[in-house]
């Protein structure tokens, strides 16, 4: 086959990157000390079916394993399981150099990378990045300004991330075992900046009264002003909060402690307003 022209208007703009190959799943692994640690079933499922019908369109990126003769995954293990489970004999895998002098790629490589893939996934738990970027400071010795530089974040992300290292231990130990559970990346900043007794409180209540975000960082914000002896312009007040097949109705209360009844009755009040509001 002739080489195309050096003239050749396609060719103009680009160039060849070097490492990519297709490579047998049997020689890829995962990699077991990776941040994520959950993968949702319905969503590698759906991934699957994508495969099977048109292939894996962006390569993984791997690295040698010398020791072993296989291929250690750096980023796209969800490409990689949905791979698998799709039947597929090889996958397509950018691999990256290794230096010749320290024969493998540094762990400190890798878990940077692994950051910068998994950092906006809605579903990671927020643990998963958290640890992570832990392991950085306290095994690596990175500053938070380092790991900023290197994720490409704002220094302050950083450290409200790490901030989830100082919850209480019991509330940790329940996030990192339900994935799913009623606490976010921004419900766990919130209560990082309360004092440990004041962060089951607060815990307790977004759970009962099933607190927003937005709701849980607003109460945070005033138990903090009560701690550090500052007036609050609004005493944090219970919420209660129920869904009903049409609507979800919130109650929210100027005392802290409320009982059903309390509730009851407003709801009582509420009922005659409107039936009030339909007579006239």
């Known amino acids: 086959m002739n080489a195309p022209a050096a003239s050749d208007p396609s060719h103009e703009g680009r160039q060849r990157l070097r490492g990519a190959f297709a ?7 995962s990699d077991p000390a990776q941040p994520r640690r959950t993968f949702d079933a319905a969503d590698l499922a759906e991934l699957a079916d994508s495969i099977r019908a048109r292939g894996i369109l962006q390569p993984i990126r791997v690295w040698y394993v010398a020791s072993e003769n296989a291929y250690q995954i750096i980023a796209g293990e969800r490409r990689f399981r949905a791979a698998e489970a799709a039947g597929l004999e090889a996958i397509p895998c950018i691999v990256e150099d ?9 762990r400190k ?7 910068v893939e998994n950092w906006q996934r809605s579903d990671l738990n927020p643990y998963e990045l958290s640890d992570a970027l832990a392991e950085l400071r306290d095994t690596h010795d990175y500053s938070q300004k380092q790991i900023a530089r290197m994720t490409g ?12 290292q100082n919850i209480d231990a019991a509330i940790q130990q329940q996030v990192r075992g339900s994935p799913s ?7 766990l900043i919130a209560l990082a900046q309360l004092p440990a007794e ?8 977004v759970q009962e009264s099933k607190l927003t975000a937005v709701e849980t960082e607003r109460a945070a914000a005033t138990m903090r002003k009560r701690s550090r002896g500052k007036p609050s312009e609004r005493a944090a007040g219970a919420i209660r909060r129920f869904a009903t097949p049409k609507a979800t109705v919130t109650v929210s209360f100027r005392k802290g402690e409320v009982t059903d ?6 709801l ?3 009922q005659a307003m409107v039936e009030q509001r339909i007579d006239e």
């Open 23 to 29: 490579i047998s799943v049997a020689r890829i692994r």
């Open 98 to 106: 290794v230096p010749a002098r320290e024969g493998v790629l540094p």
């Open 109 to 115: 490589t890798i878990l940077v990378d692994q950051i």
């Open 153 to 164: 974040k704002p220094e302050s992300e950083v450290s409200r991330l790490l901030s989830l």
């Open 181 to 187: 559970g009623s606490f976010s990346r921004r419900h």
């Open 198 to 205: 004041e962060q089951r409180r607060m815990a307790e209540t």
């Open 261 to 266: 009844d309390d509730v009851l009755e407003v």
């Open 268 to 270: 009582r009040k509420v």
